[in-house]
């Protein structure tokens, strides 16, 4: 009878060690993809994020013509 509970409790340790390994791998390509994801979302933001140049395509965000913007001095 010793022996059989030595089997059984053999084979669910292997059980739990697989399930946890399979869990491990599954986990890591998780976070790679989400990886991916979240270098893609930020291309992406960077790219929408810069202004287009009228002459030479992209310019630097946040630098828009003194044309296009109103007065906005405090009289």
Same mark, same amino acid.
């Given at each position: 009878?010793?022996?059989?509970?030595?089997?059984?409790? &053999? &084979?669910?340790?292997?059980?739990?060690? +697989?399930?946890?390994?399979?869990?491990?791998?599954?986990?890591? %390509? /998780? +976070?790679?993809?989400?990886?991916?994801? %979240?270098?893609?979302?930020?291309?992406?933001?960077? =790219? $929408?994020? /810069?202004?287009?140049? =009228?002459?030479?395509?992209?310019? $630097? #965000?946040?630098?828009? #013509?003194?044309?296009?913007? #109103?007065?906005? =001095?405090?009289?």
């Amino acid at each position: 009878m010793d022996r059989h509970l030595q089997q059984l409790q &053999a &084979a669910i340790w292997q059980g739990l060690i +697989f399930q946890a390994v399979i869990a491990a791998v599954i986990t890591a %390509v /998780m +976070f790679y993809v989400l990886y991916l994801v %979240v270098k893609a979302a930020v291309r992406d933001g960077v =790219r $929408e994020g /810069m202004a287009q140049g =009228r002459t030479n395509g992209r310019r $630097e #965000p946040g630098k828009a #013509p003194t044309a296009n913007l #109103p007065d906005m =001095r405090a009289d």
